[in-house]
């Protein structure tokens, strides 16, 4: 492919990034194009040779998309690590064209979000100063953890388990505080956690539907009823009434969407504004985690992945 091509340069540095804002520079670029006259050149779509690919694009309001034929088409399936699952769209998607007007930003004033990094899994050592180090190259920043003046058993940490659960299962033990990831060779990567409060607590076996990074946050409306300071802060968002991702966002940086028998839980493995909660039972039923633990985990996870609540 010829680095002189125009199209190519900007598909290369835009459409990569997953941005329908990419996609509105390269609407406007094909337009200008076409008005000088002459063909388009091959790459002129995707800058690769092809109109279609296995990515979903996401645009400045957290809506989904594929690209098909030539077209950005809405997707309403479960996404994982940016790309499809196979078999969990809900309606037939609407085909969009290239030169249909976008969706309307129906927040004005918010911030296009930078892309997620995609974090190298470290297996190596577990160097507290780095894990719990501020995290700047992400969506939104996330400040470092103190960790010196935490509990130390409430620290990511390798250790044995001689459990019955297979490798790659996420245990929880709610009256020690803790999530295991089980490992092969009878080792887990252990999380501390802050759990559900007397009367919110739960147990049971339950699936990893979704993986959200800075996901808004829905809470469901007796929450709201009966939390007076909540109410004030909910707004309207594109899915209903709930609080946008960002750092005000009591999901934090990660969350992790459990269901079972096919239906949503509304329970989430998610990051915290309050890290001094870790290690006490004050939720309302999720699992936090310190937003640099929660990371690491969303990191090692896939969607299906099951995740046991002890009771």
């Not at 900007?10 to 200008?32: D, E, H, I, K, Y």
């Not at 499809?84 to 927040?107: I, K």
């Not at 979000?113 to 190259?137: K, M, S």
């Not at 790659?168 to 060779?185: K, N, S, W, Y």
Request: a positive charge; charged letters at 25%.
């Amino acid at each position: 492919m010829s680095s002189s091509n125009p199209i190519s340069r900007l598909t290369r540095r835009t459409v990569l990034t997953g941005s329908m804002t990419g996609l509105a520079l390269l609407r406007s670029t094909l337009s200008g194009l076409a008005q000088q006259g002459g063909p388009l050149p091959p790459d002129a779509i995707d800058g690769f040779g092809g109109y279609d690919d296995d990515r979903l694009y996401r645009d400045e309001n957290g809506a989904l998309y594929r690209r098909r034929g030539g077209q950005y088409v809405p997707y309403s399936g479960r996404e994982s690590y940016g790309r499809p699952v196979p078999g969990t769209e809900t309606e037939p998607p609407r085909r969009r064209a290239l030169d249909e007007t976008l969706p309307p930003d129906s927040q004005p004033g918010r911030p296009a979000q930078r892309p997620v990094v995609e974090r190298p899994v470290d297996d190596g050592p577990i160097d507290y100063a780095r894990a719990y180090a501020a995290v700047t190259d992400d969506p939104f920043p996330v400040q470092a953890f103190n960790w010196k003046k935490a509990n130390p058993v409430f620290l990511r940490q390798e250790v044995s388990y001689p459990g019955r659960h297979e490798p790659g299962t996420i245990v929880i033990d709610p009256r020690a505080h803790h999530l295991f990831l089980v490992q092969p060779g009878g080792r887990a990567r252990r999380y501390g956690v802050g759990v559900g409060k007397q009367g919110f607590s739960w147990s049971g076996i339950s699936t990893i539907n979704s993986k959200q990074a800075w996901p808004d946050w829905y809470p469901p409306k007796e929450m709201i009823a009966r939390t007076p300071k909540l109410a004030r802060e909910v707004t309207k968002l594109q899915s209903g009434v709930g609080v946008e991702g960002g750092t005000r966002n009591p999901l934090g940086a990660r969350a992790l969407y459990l269901w079972q028998d096919n239906k949503d839980t509304l329970y989430r493995i998610h990051g915290t504004l309050e890290p001094t909660s870790i290690g006490h039972s004050v939720s309302s039923g999720c699992i936090r985690m310190i937003n640099q633990d929660v990371i690491d985990l969303y990191g090692r996870v896939a969607v299906g992945t099951k995740v046991v609540v002890l009771s």
